[in-house]
């Protein structure tokens, strides 16, 4: 029986950032998009996790590729990083109020920095919707730490097996599913709702 339904934010709560962001970074930068991805594929981890602030990230891993902008241009290249995971998808909002009102808990577990989050917490209501909303920089931890997805069974007061977690990332959902969550590759929306009803009944009514 399922008892929690958990979202990951970037990607599935919001859209990912489109080619016209990761190219207007790019430039602000002066790397190009697939440079500055794999950057990211090393190190964004660690922002993630809280180790890092915008200005302190971004000064670290343009300085591994040779560049050192300023503390003005650090700050115009952390917000419109920030700003490109700003378009959220009203339809996944809307299942996740659908969820919450069909009696499900209803969950947040996402890597997140403390510069996003805050904004987050300010802007985004599903944020405080959500019950529990789970954040990487929060405790320090970030998936696919196993760590993480045992707070988050502490959290939903779950076991893992009544959990359902969508995530858009292959790697975090293959670690919920060796955990014995029902791990689920973010498909969109309407796919997720097709789904849940196929998992389980109480589901119906959505």
């Not at 339904?5 to 697939?34: H, K, M, Q, T, W």
């Not at 405790?139 to 993480?148: Q, S, V, Y």
């Amino acid at each position: 029986m399922i008892k929690a339904v958990v979202f990951d934010y970037g990607g599935v709560i919001c859209f990912p950032p489109s080619p016209e962001n990761e190219e207007a970074l790019g430039r602000l930068i002066g790397l190009s998009v697939e440079s500055l991805r794999e950057l990211n594929r090393k190190y964004r981890g660690e922002y993630d996790r809280g180790t890092y602030n915008s200005r302190d990230y971004y000064k670290f891993i343009l300085s591994e590729a040779g560049i050192f902008p300023d503390d003005a241009s650090l700050e115009r290249i952390g917000q419109t990083d920030m700003d490109s995971w700003k378009r959220l998808n009203p339809d996944t909002v809307q299942l996740m109020r659908d969820i919450k009102a069909a009696g499900f808990t209803l969950g947040i577990l996402s890597n997140m920095p403390h510069d996003f989050l805050a904004w987050g917490r300010q802007n985004i209501p599903v944020f405080n919707e959500a019950d529990p909303a789970i954040f990487s920089c929060d405790f320090n931890l970030i998936k696919p730490e196993a760590a993480i997805y045992e707070k988050m069974r502490e959290l939903t007061g779950c076991a893992f097996e009544e959990i359902v977690f969508f995530d858009d990332i292959p790697n975090n959902i293959a670690m919920a599913g060796k955990l014995g969550i029902r791990g689920i590759i973010w498909e969109g929306p309407e796919a997720a709702r097709e789904t849940l009803k196929k998992i389980d009944k109480g589901f119906e009514v959505l």
